[in-house]
């Protein structure tokens, strides 16, 4: 594919306060995943995989450094070439806001325009999938439209009320949005994920722009799939839909699910992230760890149980960890006690300390936090 003929838009401008602090100091797209990723990872891996090399991030500018530090140059997604573009762009308005500034679209606006794409791809960092973006591409050219959706069937429990569901015709044309629920146990979620055509996004972004409470750009597309009648296409494979602590929580869970881990890990495409060339983690003979991943650069002395850990963390002896998540360079004391918590980045665990939460809501510890007595929920 020529890598001047398409453009894309990475929409983190969304934020949901069932986050519980893991989104203070970072974008929700910056959060660990499995141990070694970041859920960004799987979006800038989607467009790689697509050809797609200039890609526009739209991000807070209070929450930004963590993505600079994860992204660096953009070399792991084939983003620091010659022919690639990479550019972020900050705004200021609140993230569960649907409003935003005149500033947001001129700086989206100046890079379509300068771009000079054929079709922009607009993607959003809360939704976890390895989607093969040509194909969509493909349908959406040889359907001839100006605008094209990707969505999902899902269950109703695994939705929340930031989802946009859809009514869709036997033609695969989006035909509207339902007025309630219906009987179905599937939804049709949009997954946020379009295929436009720049010259008409361009202009709807320039009309929406001149308004005095412009959108962001994620609630302008999902009118404009209505209104015009968009193509839709089914996603059938792995798809989480992260909108608070719970899913993310569930999301990385599934991991440990060997047909889940391989269908969004190992499908027929890679996922990319930034590599770090760290020893092995370290077993010790007192060390017991079943059905668990680990993460390079670890020490583990205790026992890990149906958990995720991510690099550089140190589990004490007699520790026991089941059914967690803990983030990178975190310190478990000697005999603490963790069971459905997400601990999270550089964290310190005094001994003998319990953390508990429970599988309807896990307990999140902030970062950087000492713990030093116990915390239930």
């Known amino acids: 594919m020529k890598t001047d003929k398409y453009s894309a838009i990475l929409g983190n401008a969304v934020g949901y306060h069932d986050m519980e602090g893991l989104t203070d100091n970072r974008p929700l797209a910056n959060l660990p995943f499995d141990g070694k990723y970041r859920l960004i990872d799987f979006q800038l891996s989607n467009l790689a995989n697509a050809g797609i090399r200039s890609v526009y991030g739209i991000f807070r500018g209070q929450n930004i450094r963590s993505v600079f530090d994860h992204i660096r140059s953009g070399r792991e997604w084939g983003l620091n070439t010659l022919l690639s573009h990479y550019f972020l762009g900050f705004y200021n308005t609140d993230v569960e806001s649907q409003v935003t500034d005149r500033d947001y679209y001129e700086q989206i606006l100046t890079y379509l325009r300068r771009a000079g794409s054929d079709q922009t ?92 409470e412009p959108r962001k750009l994620r609630y302008l597309l999902r009118d404009l799939i209505v209104e015009y009648n968009a193509l839709a296409f089914e996603y059938t494979g792995y798809l989480a839909n992260i909108t608070s602590v719970k ?131």
């Open 121 to 212: 791809i607009y993607m959003s960092c809360d939704i976890l999938c390895n989607i093969d973006l040509q194909q969509v591409i493909h349908l959406h050219n040889a359907n001839n439209r100006d605008i094209t959706v990707v969505y999902k069937k899902l269950a109703k429990d695994q939705l929340s009320p930031a989802n946009d569901i859809l009514e869709i015709d036997e033609s695969d044309t989006v035909s509207g949005k339902p007025s309630q629920p219906s009987d179905s146990d599937l939804e049709k979620m949009s997954t946020d994920i379009y295929v436009i055509n720049t010259p008409f996004l361009i202009q709807k972004m320039e009309e929406e722009a001149e308004k005095a």
């Open 247 to 377: 899913s993310y929580y569930k999301a990385n869970m599934d991991m440990l699910d060997p047909q889940k881990f391989y269908s969004l890990l190992y499908s027929n495409q890679k996922v990319y992230t930034k590599v770090k060339n760290e020893e092995a983690t370290y077993f010790a003979d007192s060390s017991v760890v079943k059905n668990a991943q680990l993460a390079s650069g670890s020490v583990v002395k205790g026992e890990v149980r149906h958990s995720i850990l991510s690099r550089n963390c140190y589990v004490g002896s007699n520790v026991k960890i089941s059914d967690s998540i803990v983030f990178p360079k975190a310190k478990i004391g000697e005999g603490a006690v963790i069971e459905y918590a997400i601990i999270d980045k550089s964290v310190s665990i005094a001994p003998g300390v319990t953390i508990r939460g429970t599988a309807e809501k896990p307990l999140v510890i902030g970062k950087n936090r000492d713990i030093l007595e116990d915390v239930e929920q």
